[in-house]
Antibody, heavy 119, light 108 residues
Framework: EVQLVESGGGLAQPGGSLRLSCAASGLTLSSYSMNWVRQAPGKGLEWVSYISSSSTIYYADSVKGRFTISRDTAKNSLYLQMNSLTAEDTAMYYC?????????????WGQGTLVTVSS | DIQMTQSPSSLSASVGDRVTITCRASQIISNYLNWYQQKPGKAPRLLIYAASSLQSGVPSRFSGSGSGTDFTLTISSLQPEDFATYYCQQSYSPLAVTFGGGTKVKIK
């Protein structure tokens, strides 16, 4: 059974940093393209970042230059390093796998980890 | 970026009703359109991919249609567990995936 478990969320000060983790089981994470998606309280879904199985990386304009996506093959984990945080980064952060079918849907999601940026 | 416009933003319906949600893309996306269901406090769940393909384990009362810029999610007979928020997503541009604003399906 595929499981994705996020961790690392919490309270951060404006300008601060956090590192989110997504631990995978039931799949070899490096064989798939993975994403981070966030959802501000009471709002819709916003794609944040993507890493392909061949390590091509993309970021949303809203986080470019501040966030870094990475992967550790040995730990079968995905990461999101978040720097220069602002209140607008307050959200639930989900990791999601891209399925190997047409239209590249996000077929498995973690339960999310909450990031709150506040002084 | 490709903009995705969902309508309505919310609707009220009764158990057994047929419900239709639409999603319009700001440019042609072929069939690179996926639908998700999200319940409060839970992660989104994939329902439909490639505009009309039913994800494994999803009840057959859910269906999707459309191509190009206009897409539809239909629930043929609304069940109590279907009250949730539904999102469309375009994956035509992998470097800028975008979601619709969501449609909240409420109990009438």
């Amino acid at each position: 059974e595929v499981q994705l478990v996020e961790s690392g969320g919490g309270l951060a000060q404006p300008g601060g940093s956090l590192r989110l983790s997504c631990a995978a089981s039931g799949l070899t994470l490096s064989s798939y393209s993975m994403n981070w998606v966030r959802q501000a309280p009471g709002k819709g879904l916003e794609w944040v970042s993507y890493i392909s199985s061949s390590s091509t990386i993309y970021y949303a304009d809203s986080v470019k230059g501040r966030f870094t996506i990475s992967r550790d093959t040995a730990k079968n984990s995905l990461y999101l390093q978040m720097n220069s945080l602002t209140a607008e980064d307050t959200a639930m952060y989900y990791c999601a796998r891209i399925g190997v079918v047409l239209a590249r849907p996000f077929d498995y999601w973690g339960q999310g980890t909450l990031v709150t940026v506040s002084s | 970026d490709i903009q995705m416009t969902q309508s309505p933003s919310s609707l009220s319906a009764s158990v057994g009703d047929r419900v239709t949600i639409t999603c319009r893309a700001s440019q042609i996306i072929s069939n690179y359109l996926n639908w998700y269901q999200q319940k409060p406090g839970k992660a989104p769940r994939l329902l439909i991919y490639a505009a009309s393909s039913l994800q494994s384990g999803v009840p057959s009362r859910f269906s999707g249609s459309g191509s190009g810029t206009d897409f539809t999610l239909t629930i043929s007979s609304l069940q109590p567990e279907d009250f949730a928020t539904y999102y469309c997503q375009q994956s035509y541009s992998p470097l800028a995936v975008t979601f619709g604003g969501g449609t909240k399906v409420k109990i009438k």
